[in-house]
Nanobody
Framework: VQLQASGGGLVQAGGSLRLSCAAS???????MGWFRQAPGKEREFVAG????????YYADSVKGRFTMSRDNAKNTVHLQMNSLKPEDTAVYYC????????????????WGQGTLVTVSS
């Protein structure tokens, strides 16, 4: 499974960005997640999508502001980020997990290359 993330950029606080993650290879039933890593900090869970039920789950810090969606026809997942804050600044990674749900980066099997999101105050 190969993952390609895109859509990062520079945005002012309160603005929006949409990240995309295109998946290729054996993507059937892969559960997807978004993580982020700010300078000097550990990689943290942001949002996840459980393939079999369509359940989406979010970190408390982004609930109500970020929405994860899936485009089956294009094997792509998106992360719509609204009401962005300076503390959302980080490199964002999409990740794939073959079995079950996961909130820890160590549980994920596949990783995209990361895309930088910078939110200015």
């Amino acid at each position: 499974v190969q993952l390609q993330a895109s859509g990062g950029g520079l945005v002012q606080a309160g603005g929006s960005l949409r990240l995309s993650c295109a998946a290729s290879g054996r993507t059937f039933s892969i559960n997807m997640g978004w993580f982020r890593q700010a300078p000097g900090k550990e990689r943290e869970f942001v949002a996840g999508f459980f393939w079999s039920t369509g359940t989406k789950y979010y970190a408390d810090s982004v609930k109500g502001r970020f929405t994860m969606s899936r485009d089956n026809a294009k094997n792509t997942v998106h992360l719509q980020m609204n009401s962005l804050k300076p503390e959302d600044t980080a490199v964002y990674y999409c990740a794939g997990k073959r079995y079950g749900l996961g909130y820890s980066a160590a549980e994920y099997d596949y990783w995209g290359q990361g895309t930088l999101v910078t939110v200015s105050s």
